[in-house]
């Protein structure tokens, strides 16, 4: 099965929000089988909706559109079906009473003809009940290709995928199955990577395709098998990434999609019942981010200080004014008193500071630009490397970032 995926709304044409909705449908799809072939995005404009719809008609089975289905008059999506399908809107007392209920019972207020007018549908429509929101789905065949119109507002856009199309697609269509598999590498490059494991590259079967996804310090290895024999499909991938991890087991720190190394460091810390703080100045607090981003961290996080100025790190983290005096502010020895002093201040087992100059500008410190320093403490002993990740500003942080993770996962598992 083939799919595109359109999304309606001038606000995302002109940057004013990013379509997040398009990548949610189409991971949906992949794990039943069906393959995204395209992403649209489109304007607010009937003849421009209707000439998408036309362009899509037999060429795919599934066409996926989010958006214009609120209650104002910039919302053209359910009159443009009407067009498309020949069809005239009725009011469908379901959905009016969900409605009703929604806007009196919860929002405690009477329900207004703008509010009544969400219960309008086109006539020949399968409803897509959306429980959580005032616009329903809806489901409308046309020849060989189905259009799903979805609200643009993401939680209800996922709850109407998760409850509502998934369900009816697995249940009315047969699909291939397509097995993925990730690897998550940390500490090269994709050459390298590459260069490693092209022998095993070579010689993967026909149905199973590698893509490289790079990232400043990381890169992640994709396998996906499509085929009808499920069974064969799952043995095959298991096969090839057992022979890929003797490859490059030194550099392997997770296999799976959603197994970062933020997850993978974090079921480490928790398993050894260890705790973590982090110090940040050139990161200004991603570390800490990304660390919290992990479900269950409150119980291996402590906190964190982002000591972006050089009187914080002095006043705060207890960094010494005359290691800044001797070594610049940018330089192991302030790296080193940044881990000591968070992991004193936050009483943890791990810590990490990072120090360094992102730029574009030279800060507190006249070394180049890119130049930065990782200071990782440890139960026993600390850690510290300098890197010139270069520039721009958003590649260093990037790859301070990768790289920080990537010491400190090594020197939890030297204590595991």
């Not at 009808?228 to 997770?254: R, Y």
Request: charged share 25%; hydrophobic share 40%.
């Amino acid at each position: 099965m083939k799919a595109t995926i359109v999304t309606i709304g001038d606000e995302i044409l002109i940057g004013q929000i990013i379509d997040t909705n398009s990548g949610y449908i189409a991971k949906a799809l992949d794990k039943i089988g069906v393959q995204t072939t395209e992403m649209l995005s489109i304007s607010d404009d009937k003849n421009h909706i209707l000439s998408t719809f036309k362009s899509l008609q037999n060429k795919v089975d599934l066409v996926i559109i989010t958006g214009g289905l609120g209650p104002t008059k910039d919302d053209i999506t359910k009159h443009t079906f009407c067009e498309y399908f020949d069809d005239v809107l009725v009011e469908n007392k379901a959905v009016l009473y969900h409605v009703t209920e929604l806007i009196e019972s919860i929002f405690k207020r009477p329900i207004t003809q703008m509010n009544r007018d969400q219960a309008l549908v086109p006539s020949k429509c399968q409803i897509l009940f959306n429980k959580i929101g005032t616009a329903p789905g809806m489901w409308m065949k046309k020849e060989n290709t189905v259009y799903i119109s979805l609200p643009g507002v993401p939680y209800e856009m996922k709850y109407l995928v998760n409850n509502e199309i998934i369900p009816k697609v697995v249940k009315e269509y047969e699909r291939p199955y397509i097995i993925h598999k990730t690897i998550l590498t940390y500490g090269q490059g994709e050459s390298l990577v590459a260069e490693r494991i092209e022998q095993w590259e070579n010689n993967l079967p026909d149905f199973i395709k590698l893509a490289y996804l790079p990232n400043p310090g990381r890169v992640r290895l994709r396998l996906t098998a499509r085929g009808s024999d499920q069974q064969l499909l799952e043995e095959a991938i298991a096969q090839n990434v057992e022979s890929l991890t003797k490859l490059i087991s030194d550099i392997i720190v997770g296999f799976d999609e959603d197994e970062t190394i933020e997850v993978v460091i974090g079921r480490l810390l928790s398993q050894s019942k260890k705790t973590i703080a982090t110090a940040e100045s050139c990161t200004g607090g991603k570390i800490a981010q990304l660390l919290t981003a992990v479900p269950g961290a409150s119980q291996y996080f402590r906190g964190s200080v982002v000591s972006y100025a050089t009187d914080t790190k002095v006043s705060v983290l207890g960094v010494s004014q005359n290691t800044i005096d001797n070594f610049s502010v940018v330089s192991k020895e302030v790296a080193i008193e940044m881990a000591k002093g968070i992991k004193k201040l936050m009483k943890t087992d791990y810590a990490i500071a990072t120090t360094g100059n992102a730029g574009p500008f030279k800060g507190d410190s006249d070394l180049t630009v890119g130049t930065v320093f990782i200071a990782v403490a440890t139960p026993d002993n600390i850690v510290v490397e300098e890197f010139n990740f270069g520039q721009p500003r958003e590649k260093v942080i990037d790859r301070t970032v990768n790289k920080a993770f990537e010491i400190v996962q090594k020197e939890i598992l030297k204590n595991v």
